[in-house]
């Protein structure tokens, strides 16, 4: 069988230990060969590829990024999207796709299924909001950069008695913020799924300071005050209908300075979240999602993704895994408002 693989959407770390994992294991255990789409979507669209073999994949499992390249590419913003696919992949004489993404990415994979295509589905996104999955590789690497990150910040907080403010990704979800934050000892943790009040903003950053301790925010880029809105870079948006998101970070040290008189400072983590090495657990689990992935194309297993469910990998319809985003149980958030304050 010859298979093509992509990644999509936002890099993150561990995609190249998938790629890695699926040539290693589908070239001698199976027989298959493979090619690489270059940048996502737009890959498949313009019949762009790169061969993928052993010696390809040497050396991957701790590189970040993608060798493959990435776009937010969408098929489906051109009448034409899906007749250009068919046509590249029997060009290519392509009999199965791997596509490795997040929601946007897997959306679109799930649409192919439907229109007959054999694809599978590998789930990415460092926002960890993807149904179907109890997590998602890139995800445990970008809290612990924000966990490091708060960790130097409470120095220079308490050395010069400011309140910093940290902006993480999280487009409408806070699993980072919550992680990153509760595992920073964050003074208080704010997530686009609870709106937030600067009332009570005020408080927790006022009690800090009444302690003589210094005051450590941590904000999701998607964040939104009680009455009001996300706050947007540009109007701008990508091939998927996103607004591009950041500031909330720089509006709330502004709020806090005009309420407190306390000097306040942001840092943005931004795609620093997205780069470097993978961490262990990371690489571990796009490994076995890899594997699991190319027995599930050996298996004639399409329009399924690989999923991890407790400790297990199991396969689950794409639709499913698409069909909403997961966010944070208000039971977890609940436990880290504890320690606001």
């Known amino acids: 069988m010859r298979v093509g693989i992509l990644t999509g959407g936002g890099d993150c770390p561990g995609l190249n230990a998938v790629l890695r994992a699926i040539v290693r294991k589908g070239v001698p255990a199976y027989g298959h060969e493979f090619v690489g789409f270059r940048d996502g979507w737009r890959g498949v669209l313009e019949a762009d590829v790169q061969p993928l073999d052993i010696p390809d994949v040497r ?4 590189r970040g990024g993608t060798i493959l390249g990435s776009s937010r590419t969408n098929p489906f913003a051109s009448a034409d999207g899906v007749d250009r696919i068919r046509r590249s992949l029997a060009e290519l004489r392509i009999d199965a ?11 679109v994979a799930a649409r192919l299924h439907d229109e007959g295509l054999h694809v599978v589905g590998v789930p990415k996104t460092i926002d960890n909001d993807l149904g179907g ?18 960790d130097r910040l409470h ?10 403010i940290v902006e993480v990704m999280g487009r409408h979800a806070g699993w980072i913020a919550v992680h990153a934050g509760m595992a920073g000892g964050a003074n208080a943790i704010l997530i686009p799924e ?93 490994t076995r999602f890899g594997l699991h992935a190319i027995d599930a194309v050996q298996a004639g297993e399409w329009g399924m993704m690989a999923a991890l469910r ?29 320690f606001f304050g």
């Not at 796709?97 to 959306?107: H, K, N, R």
């Open 97 to 107: 796709l791997v596509a490795i993404g997040g929601e946007d990415t897997l959306g």
């Open 310 to 338: 407790g400790t297990d990998i199991v396969m689950v319809p794409l639709l499913e895994a698409t069909k909403e985003l997961k966010t944070v149980d208000p039971a977890l958030y609940a436990e880290a408002e504890v």
């Open 133 to 150: 999955t109890d997590y998602t590789f890139g995800f445990d690497t970008a809290v612990s950069i924000a966990t490091e990150a708060i």
């Open 194 to 286: 609870q709106p937030f009040s600067m009332d009570r903003v005020e408080a927790w950053v006022e009690s800090r300071f009444r302690d003589r301790y210094a005051s450590i925010i941590v904000v999701s880029e998607g964040a939104v005050p009680e009455g009001g809105a996300a706050v947007l870079t540009s109007g701008q948006t990508d091939a998927f209908g996103h607004a591009r998101l950041g500031g909330v970070g720089d509006w709330l040290a502004h709020e806090i300075e005009r309420r407190t008189g306390k000097e306040a400072r942001t840092t943005v983590l931004g795609h620093v979240q997205r780069g470097g090495t993978p961490t262990a657990r990371d690489r571990w689990l796009a």
């Open 155 to 164: 120095t220079t907080a308490e050395s010069h008695h400011r309140v910093l």
């Open 59 to 62: 050396g991957l499992l701790p």
